[in-house]
């Protein structure tokens, strides 16, 4: 009995990941699809059928990794992280330029984004870092080297020009959080995140009297509590100091494309023909849907080609149109109890490396499918975040499979993990 529980594969995840590559297939097909009924099932010119290839070589992939010792991963962490620091590197001198960014290899008609393969990485290479002896993040020093592990592919991936993959790598503090990160800390992420928003809709003078108004209140409330009143005087002066950062942010910082698209989620009428546009028919497609949607195969938004991108980034289009709010909500379910079953997963396993790489999981795939779908609703602006297992694409297919694979892979066998 103990060494059959020793290798038990966790099938309800792997039921989980195969119906969403099926109904990712199905959408990616539908999208493509023509209503003249003359679009071939296995044609390369079509992204449903490069996408079956791109399937075909995820199961490739994951018999690869069951086929290495679980071991690897833990040993050769840090070789891994930097292996794939040194093709971030290579690539801003060596890579192809797609939509603004540098972020490909271009081999013959392959297509690589090393960016993508660096959230395996680093979330492996973090794990290695957090489960080491003695280490804890509640040590400033220890905290500094965790954040430098998803800070470089960070600050590489916003080199090339592709400030959405570079986002992703942020919710890894999460994974901080989960080991003993100070709670204070989300606060204050949450409350930064929130004070640029408002910067972004309200005159920058009427936040900063609010500030000092706020500041003055506080004054007046814990004027006999000294450790109040300099937490209230530096959180003023933070404050006062990302609010007048904003312009320099989006002036200085962000291209001009993403500027455009900052601020027509502020003002989605703003440029409805121009960098609007795609948000706008996004809404329309989903919209039209209605309770049921118009059928498979039957969207006319998608396939008339009024929304950009609609097998990639705007995927969720096609499920809204064709499947309405039904299909979508069921979809949206299946995600949320994938992301359950993968932190039961985590939460399971007696290997601290094993429970820090599965919230590192949970984390870049959650982000992903929220902003994915935020996106497409109109309330985050388009960063070119895919969804997983439902965009079109072999680089983000091949880094989730993985991901997710590799956490199944140590936690089939976590009780011999037990006896190293």
Not at 254 to 265: P, Y
């Amino acid at each position: 009995m103990r060494s059959q529980n020793r290798y038990q594969l966790d099938t309800l995840s792997v039921v989980y990941f195969l119906s969403l590559v099926m109904l990712g297939w199905i959408n990616i097909y539908a999208a493509d699809y023509n209503l003249d009924g003359n679009t071939p099932f296995f044609d390369l010119n079509q992204s449903s059928t490069r996408q079956l290839i791109w399937i075909g070589a995820s199961f490739f992939l994951i018999a690869v990794i069951f086929i290495l010792d679980y071991r690897f991963y833990d040993s050769f962490g840090y070789v891994i992280w930097g292996v794939s620091v040194f093709f971030l590197l290579a690539v801003l001198f060596f890579g192809k330029e797609v939509a603004g960014s540098t972020s490909w290899f271009e081999i013959g008609f392959i297509k690589i984004q090393p960016s993508e393969f660096a959230k395996i990485a680093t979330a492996i290479g973090l794990a290695k870092y957090l489960s080491s002896q003695n280490v804890g993040v509640s040590y400033k020093y220890k905290l500094g080297i965790s954040a430098f592990l998803f800070s470089i592919p960070m600050g590489l991936i916003i080199m090339q020009g592709d400030l959405g993959t570079a986002m992703v790598f942020g919710s890894l503090i999460l994974v901080l959080f989960r080991e003993g990160l100070s709670a204070k800390l989300l606060f204050f992420s949450f409350y930064a995140v929130l004070l640029f928003l408002l910067t972004l809709l309200i005159d920058q003078w009427i936040l900063l009297f609010m500030v000092l108004a706020l500041f003055l209140i506080g004054l007046g409330l814990f004027i006999k509590n000294r450790k109040a009143l300099i937490f209230i005087f530096w959180l003023s002066i933070l404050s006062c100091g990302l609010i007048k950062s904003v312009d320099f942010v989006l002036n200085q910082v962000l291209k001009e494309h993403q500027q455009l698209r900052v601020m027509s989620l502020i003002n989605p009428n703003a440029d409805p023909l121009g960098i609007g546009w795609n948000v706008m028919q996004s809404k329309i497609a989903i919209g039209s849907g209605g309770f049921m949607g118009k059928g498979f195969l039957k969207g006319t938004q998608t396939k008339f080609d009024f929304v950009p991108a609609q097998t990639t980034d705007f995927i969720f289009c096609t499920v809204g149109e064709e499947q309405g709010w039904l299909g979508a909500t069921l979809i949206m379910i299946l995600f949320g109890a994938f992301f359950l079953r993968l932190l039961t997963i985590a939460e399971r396993q007696k290997s601290r490396f094993v429970r820090i790489y599965g919230y590192s999981v949970v984390s870049i795939m959650f982000f992903h499918f929220a902003i994915n779908i935020a996106m497409t609703i109109g309330l985050f602006p388009v960063i070119g975040i895919p969804l997983p297992f439902f965009s079109y694409g072999g680089s983000s297919l091949l880094t989730f499979t993985m991901l997710l694979f590799i956490l199944l892979k140590l936690d089939s066998q976590r009780m011999e993990q037990l006896e190293h």
